[in-house]
């Protein structure tokens, strides 16, 4: 991590630490007792002892060998901050008060979009650290394109862009390990159902493809090439689709809307329907799952103003949640959606 997403990072759990103090501690990269104990009595730590310090080191470090000598890393300060024990929020206002027996269709769902992402969407690097950052941030809906890898082993990264890869198993272990911290340990899968939508060779259109092809001309040509190395979604995995399956919106009143469908439009697409047929939209998303993503133009992960999607009733709105910090979602369901994307290259 660099020094501004550690103070990006400070900032987002409402840690006021000076600049100077904040870089002494990451170019040095280590924190004795002794300072980890000067941190916590200036956050106001009522009762703070050398003891106390000691206790974190030994909880939330994550490198034995720091550990061994009573030291924190900049890898076990981030876990500290991140866990309920360093949470700025009181935990005991956490519980879930609301209504949660209604339809999937009436919450808003706090989304991440490319969540492997850390930086650019062009040739930044990917990382499972992403997906667990994204949790502590209360995510509930996280992004998986999957591409075959080498010896077919699935691989994890934004497709014909220079960005890292990682393992498909390294991230279903991370979301194993990290995403169900008072979530009921349920997994909704979003993918493409058989039969699906086919272009115009008769082939079956991957998810991400259907996607693309939402977009205007100047995107048409990458989406042409990615149509062309379409191949058949797999059985197995359009079985796992049962509460969400992914369908391409093409008009709002060719029929009436099926509760176990979801709809992705680009930020484009979605304004230009706010626009041309606010109520209609409206009237679909009451029953209805509509995922709005960020433009690839959006190439330094930008995010767009969520707002008006919310407004017309758009559940899923995607983010790069790796630069975000105030405009993130509301109410959300105790359950975790993984949007799966299943790639040829």
């Known amino acids: 991590m660099s020094f501004k997403e550690i103070k990006n990072l400070l900032r987002m759990v409402n840690v006021d630490m000076n600049d100077m103090y904040a870089y002494r501690l990451f170019k040095d990269r280590v924190l004795s007792t002794s300072e980890l104990l000067e941190f916590l009595e200036d956050q106001g730590e009522d009762g703070a002892t050398l003891a106390h310090a000691r206790q974190l080191i030994h909880t939330y470090e994550l490198n034995e060998t720091a550990k061994q000598h009573e030291l ?6 981030m876990m500290y901050l991140l866990s309920p024990e360093g949470a700025a929020l009181n935990l005991a206002h956490t519980c879930v008060f609301q209504d949660m027996n209604q339809p ?19 040739g930044g690097p990917s990382s499972t650290e992403a997906y667990v950052r994204a949790f502590a941030q209360g995510c509930r809906c996280v992004e998986l394109d999957c591409w075959e890898g080498p010896g077919g082993e699935p691989v994890i990264y934004h497709g014909h862009t220079l960005t890292s890869k990682i393992l498909f198993r390294d991230v279903i272990q991370a979301v194993r390990d990290h995403a169900f911290t008072q ?17 115009e060779d008769g082939r079956v259109l991957s998810d991400r493809e259907e996607d693309n092809e939402d977009e205007d001309e100047e995107e048409e040509a990458g989406a042409a090439e990615q149509r062309r190395r379409a191949k058949q979604i797999s059985p197995e995995l359009s079985a ?8 391409r919106l093409r008009t709002l009143r060719s029929a009436l809307p099926q509760p176990c469908q979801v709809s992705s439009l680009s930020e484009r697409k979605a304004k230009k329907l706010i626009r041309e047929a606010g109520n209609s939209f409206i009237r679909h998303n009451a029953c209805q799952l509509t995922r709005v993503y960020p433009l690839g133009l959006r190439m330094n992960s930008a995010n767009y103003n969520p707002q008006e999607m919310w407004n017309s009733g758009c559940q899923l709105g995607y983010r790069h949640i790796h630069l975000l910090s105030k405009d993130g979602a509301s109410l959300s369901p105790a359950t975790l959606f993984v949007h799966i994307c299943i790639q040829r290259s």
């Open 240 to 247: 796992l689709a049962v509460y969400c399956c992914a369908t």
């Open 72 to 77: 924190m890393t900049l890898d076990g300060f």
């Open 104 to 122: 999937l269709a009436h919450y808003f769902i706090s989304c991440s979009h490319n969540t492997y992402l850390t930086d650019s969407q062009i």
């Open 183 to 199: 979530l009921k340990g349920r997994v909704l899968v979003k993918g493409k159902k058989l039969p699906a939508a086919r272009n």
